[in-house]
């Protein structure tokens, strides 16, 4: 079979590229083209789908592809959390009409049919009562709820549709009971960690404490281990999760903008100014945040996007966001490589033309007990005042090169790390440029060490101005506590 002539130019972007894996995608030679390109940082694996083997291949074919492209990337596992969904129904679909009657059964078992659809999700006739309109298939079809008589919810379709089996519910307003974690999540986030992935999105999260749950968890299946923990991301998409957004944020490691269930439950027109406090929340609170859901929908099937679809992620990377994310355009879609190629392209043009974003509060209280805080503001600083080329960070855990990419400054930050795992992570933080690096212990020489190998790679020329910033006490965690100015001889 003829490998298709693809553009490699490579795209130099900040923002960072989500690519959901999938049958159009899990590819070697494809994912390294798409990683290459310099448009895929983090790859997400969709465990609503598959079995532990199939995702165990999918990391194998990952690492394969960023090998052989000569960069790391994160590997994200996206639990699919509480089933809220309908039965099977017999022939696949059914065509209901407007004003006619759906009965919701939750103990019905067969497969359904006009008159009456079975529930995966038991509880919905606790969590329901006559006047509460549900939606289902991401808000295409409308029912509005009569009556709920023990298993039964007896509904009027609002609007002509038809409805495939499995699609999801949601209920206008939010108010479904689910927990976040089920069953499965436990025996998928067992499987997650087995394949070393280096985040875990948490789905339907409503407060902290389901994601103090999921860190438990994690904690639990890792004890004694000594491996970097992944990072948790809470997926922001029930209304009780904007109640609580800042301590759902503070208790995770980053946030993702949900925007299709999120604009099932709170209406379509709600959905761009929520995204954008939510960026805003994230940054101010330093973590990093995700934009996902649609945005490059109408290339599943099309060679380039639309122009609204091209605003959508320009208005994304100007929010502020972390990352932007593709769901079925790679995972099923016919153009993965060119989705990821389009999207780069964007985030690029989007960024030339951002002087800077409204980064965190650099005079924050946590400066004061925390000095990597204040080493990573004053880098921003001090790179504005002297027109810095880039930034530098000499890191162990990539703390100071997270809080660097809080501000937004429009420079390269390079961050310098022993640690593959810290690399990994590190491929989610807007404006970072990984890069695997064991220095010498003295101070002095691994200055030296880092300069010659920014060269050799040709990140810097003679004559550049960099900030580099550093502990004194090399080959310790957390003990970043220098800045300097440099110029490369």
């Given at each position: 079979?003829?490998?298709?002539?693809?553009?490699?130019?490579?795209?130099?972007?900040?923002?960072?590229?989500?690519?959901?894996?999938?049958?159009?995608?899990?590819?070697?030679?494809?994912?390294?083209?798409?990683?290459?390109?310099?448009?895929?940082?983090?790859?997400?694996?969709?465990?609503?789908?598959?079995?532990?083997?199939?995702?165990?291949?999918?990391?194998?074919?990952?690492?394969?592809?960023?090998?052989?492209?000569?960069?790391?990337?994160?590997?994200?596992?996206?639990?699919?959390?509480?089933?809220?969904?309908?039965?099977?129904?017999?022939?696949?679909?059914?065509?209901?009409?407007?004003?006619?009657?759906?009965?919701?059964?939750?103990?019905?078992?067969?497969?359904?049919?006009?008159e009456r659809v079975?529930?995966?999700?038991?509880?919905?006739?606790?969590?329901?009562?006559?006047?509460?309109?549900?939606?289902?298939?991401?808000?295409?079809?409308?029912?509005?709820?009569?009556?709920?008589?023990?298993?039964?919810?007896?509904?009027?379709?609002?609007n002509s549709h038809i409805l495939k089996s499995n699609k999801g519910i949601n209920k206008q307003g939010g108010g479904l009971s689910a927990g976040a974690l089920t069953e499965k999540d436990f025996q998928d986030l067992k499987t997650a960690i087995a394949i070393g992935c280096d985040y875990l999105a948490v789905s339907f999260v409503k407060s902290a404490e389901d994601m103090h749950a999921a860190r438990r968890l994690v904690e639990q299946e890792m004890a004694g281990s000594s491996a970097v923990r992944p990072g948790l991301v809470a997926k922001i998409e029930r209304v009780?999760?904007?109640?609580?957004?800042?301590?759902?944020?503070?208790?995770?490691?980053?946030?993702?903008?949900?925007?299709?269930?999120?604009?099932?439950?709170?209406?379509?027109?709600?959905?761009?100014?929520?995204?954008?406090r939510m960026i805003q929340r994230a940054r101010a609170l330093r973590r990093f945040s995700i934009t996902a859901t649609q945005m490059m929908e109408s290339m599943i099937t099309n060679p380039v996007p639309t122009r609204a679809e091209v605003s959508d992620v320009a208005n994304a990377v100007l929010d502020g966001t972390d990352a932007v994310m593709c769901s079925a355009e790679t995972a099923i879609g016919t153009y993965p490589f060119e989705t990821v190629r389009q999207m780069a392209i964007i985030c690029a043009a989007a960024e030339a033309e951002q002087d800077s974003l409204n980064g965190v509060d650099s005079s924050h209280a946590d400066a004061v007990s925390k000095p990597y805080l204040a080493i990573?503001?004053?880098?921003?600083?001090?790179a504005r005042a002297v027109n810095a080329r880039a930034i530098v960070a000499l890191t162990e855990s990539g703390s100071?090169?997270?809080?660097?990419?809080?501000?937004?400054?429009?420079?390269?930050?390079?961050?310098?790390?022993?640690?593959?795992?810290?690399?990994?992570?590190?491929?989610?933080?807007?404006?970072?440029?990984?890069?695997?690096?064991?220095?010498?212990?003295?101070?002095?020489?691994?200055?030296?060490?880092?300069?010659?190998?920014?060269?050799?790679?040709?990140?810097?020329?003679?004559?550049?101005?960099?900030?580099?910033?550093?502990?004194s006490r090399m080959c310790e965690q957390g003990s970043t506590d220098s800045l300097q100015v440099k110029v490369v001889r």
């Open positions: 079979m003829n490998t298709p002539q693809r553009d490699l130019t490579r795209i130099r972007h900040n923002t960072k590229i989500i690519a959901t894996l999938g049958p159009g995608s899990n590819d070697v030679r494809l994912l390294e083209d798409m990683i290459r390109v310099g448009g895929v940082n983090v790859v997400r694996f969709n465990f609503s789908h598959g079995t532990a083997e199939f995702h165990m291949e999918n990391a194998r074919i990952v690492r394969e592809a960023a090998e052989r492209a000569e960069k790391e990337v994160a590997i994200m596992a996206d639990l699919q959390g509480p089933k809220i969904r309908i039965g099977k129904i017999a022939g696949g679909s059914v065509a209901l009409t407007a004003g006619e009657t759906l009965l919701l059964d939750a103990e019905y078992q067969g497969e359904g049919s006009r079975g529930l995966d999700y038991r509880d919905l006739p606790k969590d329901v009562a006559a006047g509460d309109i549900l939606l289902l298939d991401d808000g295409l079809l409308g029912l509005t709820v009569d009556e709920v008589n023990g298993s039964e919810i007896r509904t009027t379709v609002r009780e999760a904007i109640a609580n957004l800042d301590e759902i944020i503070l208790a995770s490691d980053g946030i993702m903008v949900a925007r299709g269930d999120l604009a099932v439950e709170v209406g379509n027109a709600a959905v761009p100014a929520l995204q954008k990573a503001s004053g880098a921003v600083h001090v100071t090169a997270f809080e660097i990419s809080r501000h937004s400054i429009q420079l390269p930050i390079f961050a310098l790390t022993p640690s593959k795992a810290v690399q990994r992570k590190m491929a989610m933080y807007r404006g970072v440029r990984p890069l695997r690096f064991t220095p010498s212990c003295d101070h002095e020489t691994a200055l030296q060490e880092v300069e010659k190998t920014l060269m050799e790679r040709k990140l810097l020329d003679s004559g550049d101005v960099y900030i580099i910033t550093s502990g």
